[in-house]
């Protein structure tokens, strides 16, 4: 199975500032790799798939780039509702897995 | 609106089966395919296998293999996922997703005790 790895495990970023989180897969997965949010208490919230295509209704701060193995989340102006866990997943080969999160906190 | 909408809370003992359902609405059921994902408290999401509504066809992970089964009811548009064999280390909240792919609609969970 693929190991998806997330760096770094937590981050400290302010409002307003550009946060940048990455995802690195143990074999290529091409292009076919989703960015979640998860605040408590909720359920995930696709925010891209296909490495950099925002789902609809994303805002336009977050932004996905990246393929075969090093995957990038961008986020350039961080909003107060912008803190929560993100979670990488690829799904270019069975089975589906995920990376172990970013929790993105208030510095 | 597209929504996946869960059963309740559920608590069970050791060695029980449970068997959480994910009624779908503002789509057609039988044209996306239906996941269940798990999270541990304060851990991360964990992917325990799908299932395509028209066909019924599944596949889980191994790590559930013969321990999971999931089914659906295409004229009630919903997803049933039964564990059994229970163990107090499947203590989490289980969610169903939709999605070949990415998944695209989230349920909100069923939260599943597993307690003597």
């Known amino acids: 199975e693929i190991v998806m790895t997330q760096s770094p495990a937590t981050l400290s970023v302010s409002p307003g500032e550009r946060a940048t989180l990455s995802c690195r897969a143990s074999q290529s997965v091409s292009s076919n790799l989703a960015w979640y949010q998860q605040k408590p208490g909720q359920a995930p919230r696709l925010l891209i798939y296909?490495?950099?295509t925002r789902a609809t209704g994303i805002p336009a701060r977050f932004s996905g780039s990246g393929s075969g193995t090093e995957f990038t989340l961008t986020i350039s102006s961080l909003q107060s509702e912008d803190f929560a866990v993100y979670y990488c997943?690829?799904?270019?080969?069975?089975?589906?897995?995920f990376g172990q999160g970013t929790k993105l906190e208030i510095k | 609106q597209v929504q996946l909408v869960q059963s309740g809370a559920e608590v069970k003992k050791p060695g029980a089966s449970v068997k959480v359902s994910c009624k779908a609405s503002g789509y057609t059921f039988t044209s996306y395919d239906i996941n269940w994902v798990r999270q541990a408290t304060g851990q991360g999401l964990e992917w325990m296998g799908w299932?395509?509504?028209?066909?019924?066809?599944?596949g889980y992970a191994q790590k559930f293999q013969g321990r999971v089964t999931m089914t659906r009811n295409t004229s009630i548009s919903t997803a049933y996922m039964e564990l059994s064999s229970l163990r107090s280390e499947d203590t989490a909240v289980y969610y169903c997703a939709r999605g070949r792919g990415d998944m695209d609609v989230w349920g909100k969970g069923t939260t599943v005790t597993v307690s003597s």
């Open positions: 997943q690829q799904y270019n080969n069975w089975p589906k897995t």
């Open positions: 299932m395509n509504p028209n066909s019924g066809n599944t």
């Open positions: 296909g490495a950099s």
